[in-house]
C-alpha cells in the first residue's frame, strides 16, 4: 500500500517567520493530498488540500506545492503567528479504478511552535 | 455544517472488559473510519466501513472489531480490552467520493488499566 513520510517531525520558528513541512509519498496512482491540523486536545481539521492535476494551491498565508515526478508535497505556511501552533497531518489518498472509496494514508505529523 | 460525533471524549476500562466507541454522523455519509492516535506514530487506520455492514481492515485490525448496522453508527469494538490499547481513538467520515476531505469527531481518549 501506498506509505507517506513527512518531515520534520517537529518545527519551531520566530512569529512572523515561515515554516515548511514536506511530505512524500510511495504511489504514483495517489491523486488527493490533503492536510490537517489539530490543535491540543482537539480534532485534526482539514486547512488545505490539492488534487494530482494542480501543482500549487493558495489559501491565505497558507499554500501547497506538489510535485508528481518527485512524488512529494510541501505545506508553506508565512508571516507565521502563535495560534499555527499545533500537530499538522500530511495525507494521501488514491481512488482505485471502479471503486468509490479511497482511504488517506497519513504521514506520522509535525509538531510546529511558533514563539512570539 | 458536518457533524461526527464520538460518545465519549474519556473513557476508564479494565483489562478483559469488552470495551465499545461509538460514532455516529448525521450527514448521510457512506463511508466512516477508525483510526488510533499515539504520540510519534501519526493516525493509523484500524477498520473503515463503505456501507451498512460492509468493513474492511485497516493497517491494525488485531484486536478490534466493528459494526455498522445503521449508516449513520459506525461502532469500535475491544473483544477483550488490554494495556497496549490505552490510545486516543478517533472516528471520521467522507461522502461517496475518496477525492474528499475527511470530517473527524473530537475523538475518544481510552484508557485500559
Known amino acids: 500500500g501506498e506509505n507517506v513520510e513527512q518531515h520534520p517531525s517537529t518545527l519551531s520558528v520566530q512569529e512572523g517567520d515561515s515554516a515548511v513541512i514536506k511530505c512524500t509519498y510511495s504511489?504514483?496512482?495517489?491523486?488527493?493530498f490533503p492536510w490537517y491540523k489539530q490543535e491540543l486536545g482537539k480534532r485534526p481539521q482539514l486547512i488545505i488540500d490539492i488534487r494530482s492535476n494542480v501543482g500549487e494551491k493558495k489559501d491565505q498565508r497558507i499554500a501547497v506545492t506538489l510535485n508528481k515526478t518527485a512524488k512529494h508535497f510541501s505545506l508553506h505556511i508565512t508571516e507565521t503567528q502563535p495560534e499555527d501552533s499545533a500537530v499538522y497531518f500530511c495525507a494521501a489518498s488514491i481512488s482505485p479504478r471502479g471503486s468509490t472509496l479511497g482511504r488517506l494514508y497519513f504521514g506520522r505529523g509535525t509538531q510546529l511552535t511558533v514563539w512570539p | 455544517d458536518v457533524k461526527v460525533t464520538q460518545s465519549s471524549r474519556y473513557l476508564v476500562k479494565r483489562t478483559g472488559e469488552k470495551v465499545f466507541l461509538e460514532c455516529v454522523q448525521d450527514?448521510?455519509?457512506?463511508?466512516m473510519f477508525w483510526y488510533r492516535q499515539d504520540p510519534g506514530l501519526g493516525l493509523r487506520l484500524i477498520y473503515f466501513?463503505?456501507?451498512?455492514?460492509?468493513?474492511e481492515k485497516g493497517d491494525i485490525p488485531e484486536g478490534y472489531s466493528v459494526s455498522r448496522e445503521k449508516k449513520e453508527r459506525f461502532s469500535l469494538i475491544l473483544e477483550s480490552a488490554s494495556t497496549n490499547q490505552t490510545s486516543m481513538y478517533l472516528c471520521a467520515s467522507i461522502e461517496g467520493n475518496s477525492n474528499q476531505p475527511q470530517h473527524f469527531g473530537d475523538g475518544t481518549r481510552l484508557s485500559i488499566l
Open positions: 466501513s463503505y456501507d451498512v455492514k460492509m468493513k
Open positions: 504511489d504514483s496512482a495517489s491523486n488527493y
Open positions: 450527514m448521510d455519509h457512506e463511508n
